[in-house]
T-cell receptor, first 114, second 118 residues
Framework: DAGVTQSPTHLIKTRGQQVTLRCSPK?????VSWYQQALGQGPQFIFQ???????QRGNFPDRFSGHQFPNYSSELNVNALWLGDSALYLC?????????????FGAGSRLTVL | DQQVKQNSPSLSVQEGRISILNCDYT??????FLWYKKYPAEGPTFLIS?????DKNEDGRFTVFLNKSAKHLSLHIVPSQPGDSAVYFC?????????????????FGQGTILTVHP
């Protein structure tokens, strides 16, 4: 049973560029959340998608946007990249209801902005 | 504003001894707490959780204690094994009900690096 898969694993961008990160949730999960983990910090909540809609959002600017597809997979888009956007981006999936708090994480996409 | 804090960046323990990892929180709305373990190049893995209606939850070698009045929780690992060496994150959630469903958003601490020496 495949867990959460993310792509790409590593990427390098320059300031001002745009990036798209992709996530396939664990089989049977219907909710996808995205987290940003800066070096030496814990993951920080970006937003959550359920039924193809953004349901919750953390303290991130509108440059961060996302999408969930009918098959529950998701994309994270970041526009006008800053140096400070360099981080590990983690996708997590869960099942709506009793299991909503127990997230299954992917290995992450490491973004470096030069 | 760091709502979940892990004040010990690292902890070193001898194999077979007890590891105690601590976590403090400030938001009274948090009602569900979790511990995640993270190995290098892998995503965080769920370890154990506790609801605010309990003060202790045990799963094998892992026990989580919750002190609501002190807004403090701890993870005990007994006995510690070298394979337990990893970064441990404390996380908290405030369940939110909308339209009859419930879901949570996790707030994480900074993590504690646990090293268990053989």
């Amino acid at each position: 049973d495949a867990g959460v898969t993310q792509s790409p694993t590593h990427l390098i961008k320059t300031r001002g560029q745009q990036v798209t990160l992709r996530c396939s949730p664990k089989s049977g999960h219907d909710t996808v959340s995205w987290y940003q983990q800066a070096l030496g910090q814990g993951p920080q909540f970006i937003f959550q998608y359920y039924e193809e809609e953004e349901r919750q959002r953390g303290n991130f600017p509108d440059r961060f946007s996302g999408h969930q597809f009918p098959n529950y997979s998701s994309e994270l888009n970041v526009n006008a990249l800053w140096l400070g956007d360099s981080a590990l981006y983690l996708c997590a999936s869960s099942l709506e209801g009793a299991g909503a708090n127990v997230l299954t994480f992917g290995a992450g996409s490491r973004l470096t902005v030069l | 504003d760091q709502q979940v804090k892990q004040n010990s960046p690292s902890l070193s323990v001898q194999e077979g001894r007890i590891s105690i990892l601590n976590c403090d929180y400030t938001n009274s709305m948090f009602d569900y707490f979790l511990w995640y373990k993270k190995y290098p190049a892998e995503g965080p893995t769920f370890l154990i959780s506790i609801s605010s209606i309990k003060d202790k939850n045990e799963d094998g070698r892992f026990t989580v204690f919750l002190n609501k009045s002190a807004k403090h929780l701890s993870l005990h690992i007994v006995p510690s094994q070298p394979g337990d060496s990893a970064v441990y994150f404390c996380a908290a959630s405030a369940l939110f009900r909308a339209g009859g469903t419930s879901y949570g958003k996790l707030t994480f601490g900074q993590g504690t690096i646990l090293t268990v020496h053989p």
